[in-house]
């Protein structure tokens, strides 16, 4: 876990970056007239694939969800909501935004699912929108606290594919490459905190840590009649520990050949024998860390023909 908030806590202070809103539900809003508010995610240099969180919060006012913000940048504001990017300013990228509209009746300031403006191409199909208020007209410093945002719970009116998603109220992105930058919240609006605002009651967020790969080599050694007798594995360690491996040869035939080794040395080695001679053989090495958890890891294909 990254990042973590839990304004139901009386213990808990809001971030600096971010105004205490204490009645009638204790969260976080934004405090100066800028756009978007930020808060850093520090994720301490760690490469990492994949993104999950969930957030809580509460509609103030009329935010207007996507509306008037088709052409905007992530650089800017884009959303009356709640925005999960990485970077740093000027070269942000998207995660996820949790958006707010006015009401659950359809409109233009509405979320997409209840027939609203749709979000920008930056967003895609990576957002959550709700509303808090279940009937058009509002009084720009009400909090609708009696409808939690992005719950996945209360979807009424036009909003009722709104809660459809099946994942909903956490989301996961998982990204093509692995990433090591910081993670950033933005609480946007782009009115006068008098007319809108959007408060964050909640939020957690966990990074996947990306492991090392292990490089992993397979040497034949033959019998005299030159048919296979056996795989000789070998790979570097990745760390200073002492670390248990779990080697796992799987034929083309579906024979299985499984066993664990404790590296003391470099490179590592491990000798399958082979009962069943195949056309290629699977290869695959985990690693198990002294603590208990998943160390690196990789798989190879090996084949004399």
Not at 13 to 18: K, L
Not at 183 to 200: A, K, M, S, W
Not at 228 to 245: A, C, F, K, M
Request: one cysteine or more; aromatic letters at 10%.
């Amino acid at each position: 876990m990254v990042g973590y908030l839990d304004m139901t806590d009386p213990t808990q202070q809001c971030p600096n970056s971010w105004q205490k809103i204490t009645s009638p539900r204790s969260s976080c809003g934004k405090k100066s007239t800028a756009p978007c508010d930020s808060l850093k995610i520090a994720t301490s240099g760690a490469s990492y694939q994949t993104v999950c969180g969930r957030f809580r919060g509460y509609q103030i006012g009329s935010p207007d969800g996507f509306y008037f913000y088709i052409n905007r940048s992530i650089e800017t504001y884009y959303v009356d909501g709640v925005t999960v990017t990485y970077g740093s300013p000027g070269s942000r990228r998207h995660v996820y935004t949790y958006a707010a509209s006015n009401c659950e009746i359809a409109g233009g300031g509405s979320c997409p699912c209840a027939g609203g403006a749709t979000p920008p191409s930056l967003v895609g199909s990576d957002y959550y929108c709700e509303s808090g208020n279940p009937v058009p007209g509002w009084i720009g410093t009400q909090m609708y606290s009696s409808d939690v945002l992005w719950d996945r719970q209360q979807c009424g009116g036009d909003e009722t594919t709104c809660c459809n998603p099946p994942d909903l109220p956490w989301f996961c992105r998982t990204f093509p490459a692995t990433i090591s930058e910081d993670l950033e919240v933005r609480i946007c609006t782009d009115e006068v905190l008098g007319n809108e605002n959007v408060v964050i009651e909640s939020f957690v967020l966990y990074i996947q840590v990306a492991l090392p790969s292990l490089n992993i080599q397979a040497v034949s050694v033959l019998n005299p009649d030159n048919t296979l007798r056996q795989l000789e594995i070998s790979w570097i360690p990745v760390g200073d520990n002492v670390t248990i491996y779990t080697v796992r040869v799987v034929g083309a035939d579906g024979s299985v050949g499984q066993g664990c080794t404790v590296c003391t040395t470099s490179p590592c080695l491990y000798v399958h024998h082979v009962t069943h001679v195949a056309v290629y053989y699977n290869i695959s090495v985990t690693s198990i860390n002294p603590d208990g958890t998943l160390g690196p890891q990789n798989s190879t294909t090996f084949s004399e023909f």
